[in-house]
């Protein structure tokens, strides 16, 4: 299978908003930013209204920039040809990688700049990856991961 070095054109594009802009802000400089709880500490990802943590609904928030670096924690080769606007990208990989910041911190991406086989061979849980910033647009990159060298 070839190296996908890109997920773009993006055929679902992501939008920053109010909930989101510090994600895209920070991505577009090449940062990680996660939603931070500073009651109690906890990295909340995706942001939400309530901290994962300490179960406030109204917590205190901060934007915090983490290292980009973690590990495979799951993974699926989606040949769901339904997903509107990747119908001609299957097979690709899909991830939940957990951030070295905390157990449990899970992000979800794609796996660029490897070769893999169309079950995934190749793939292992565990293994170590990096973000990389895939742009989309002018004003959107997403974070998606890499193995780590
Ligand atoms: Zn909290």
């Not at 909340?44 to 924690?73: H, L, M």
């Amino acid at each position: 299978m070839p190296i996908q070095t890109t997920m773009a054109p993006y055929g679902i594009m992501p939008v920053s908003t109010a909930d989101t802009k510090p994600i895209w802000d920070g991505a577009k400089e090449g940062k990680l930013v996660v939603l931070k709880c500073s009651d109690c500490g906890f990295l909340n990802w995706p942001p939400q209204p309530w901290c994962g943590g300490c179960k406030n609904p109204d917590f205190n928030k901060e934007w915090v920039a983490v290292s980009g670096r973690g590990t495979i924690y799951c993974w699926y080769i989606c040949h769901d040809t339904s997903i509107t606007g990747y119908e001609e990208k299957v097979p690709y990989a899909v991830l939940l990688v957990e951030l070295e910041e905390q157990k449990g911190l899970l992000v979800m991406s794609n796996l660029l700049n490897f070769e893999y086989g169309t079950l995934g061979e190749g793939i292992e849980n565990g293994a170590a990856v990096e973000v990389v910033f895939d742009k989309a647009s002018d004003d959107i990159f997403v974070p998606q991961f890499q193995l780590r060298r």
